[in-house]
């Protein structure tokens, strides 16, 4: 079927295949409330990626964004104590987050350093700033206002708060990369830098607004973690970046930058948040839990790798010379 051509609409079968897997030992799983704890469990997830997805298109890897999302967090709930409003709490997070990746993007733009490396320092020195705000000190749930706390709990039409936040950035950023003029710069360059610059596009520039993106996104998805857990300290997600990683490449986006999709980077995501909510359901071991997700990893990238293959057959060979 053509269809099945599409990686879009593979990793939904294996999303839809993983569910009935489930249900065939536990059939609660599938039921409406649970599906819903599952979008919500994995709403962090889903806006992360999608930052995320957006460096990756531009040839860049943004490895500081749980970090980010930890300093977010432990400012929103310092904020929170000292009385600030809740709306803007959420928007200096928004903000702190902004700045955060636009640290990352000036080093990677102005100083031609590669990202990786930019970001793997800026996550050391993150998780440093927090404890040096805090003296390593946790901020706890009796710390927070009721009102913190029950923001992104909130149900509205069904569906909590966090998750109608995952739904309106998939929805918006969506439009932002299929209509704005940034959103095909992200693809072009990535795709080809420096054909992009004959075409009046600047690639710093341009990666440099990728990194705000990913980290605004990651100061919102901060105060939402934070909030929904009710607690804050050093160690907040730590490691998570990898599971972001992980959730773009196994929706299909190309590591080496200028092609993939928003909706597969959201299945991927999905893909790991059935994953980790169904296994420990039936009563699979948390480290088969990284085994399996570290497979279906692998298996992406093979399956990319395939994917981009050139096809055809050699008409001219080379001849050895006398």
């Not at 649970?34 to 990756?56: E, H, K, R, W, Y």
């Not at 999302?69 to 987050?97: K, R």
């Not at 955060?100 to 100083?111: M, P, S």
């Not at 404890?131 to 749930?141: E, I, R, S």
Request: hydrophobic share 60%; charged share 10%.
């Amino acid at each position: 079927m053509r269809i099945l051509r599409h990686r879009e609409a593979l990793l939904g079968l294996a999303i839809l295949v993983l569910l009935v897997i489930v249900a065939a030992r536990f059939p609660a799983f599938i039921r409406p409330a649970s599906l819903v704890n599952v979008l919500n469990d994995t709403s962090p997830l889903i806006l992360l990626a999608i930052g995320q997805m957006i460096v990756i298109l531009t040839k860049c890897i943004d490895l500081s964004v749980a970090a980010s999302l930890a300093l977010c967090g432990m400012v929103a709930a310092l904020l929170n104590g000292a009385g600030v409003p809740l709306p803007l709490v959420l928007l200096a997070s928004v903000i702190l987050g902004g700045a955060l990746g636009a640290v990352n993007g000036l080093l990677v733009w102005k100083l031609a350093i590669p990202s990786i490396v930019v970001t793997l320092g800026t996550m050391t020195i993150y998780r440093g700033s927090i404890f040096l705000m805090t003296n390593g000190a946790w901020v706890n749930a009796h710390q927070m206002t009721d009102s913190f706390k029950a923001f992104p709990r909130t149900i509205l039409l069904g569906l909590p708060v966090m998750s109608w936040i995952a739904l309106a950035a998939i929805a918006f950023f969506a439009i932002v990369l299929t209509r704005t003029p940034l959103g095909r710069a992200f693809y072009a360059v990535g795709g080809n830098p420096h054909a992009a610059v004959y075409t009046g596009l600047d690639v710093g520039r341009t990666q440099f607004w990728a990194f705000v993106i990913s980290g605004a996104l990651a100061g919102l998805t901060g105060y939402l973690w934070v909030a929904r857990f009710a607690v804050a300290y050093v160690d907040v997600a730590r490691g998570f970046e990898l599971d972001v990683v992980a959730a773009c490449v196994i929706g299909g986006i190309a590591i080496a930058g200028g092609a993939g999709t928003i909706f597969g980077a959201v299945l991927g995501a999905l893909f790991l948040g059935v994953i980790k909510n169904a296994l420990p359901v039936v009563g699979i071991s948390p480290f088969w839990q990284m085994a399996i997700s570290g497979s279906a990893i692998v298996l992406a990238v093979v399956f990319n790798a395939a994917q981009r293959r050139q096809k055809g057959r050699i008409i001219l060979k080379q001849v050895d010379a006398p």
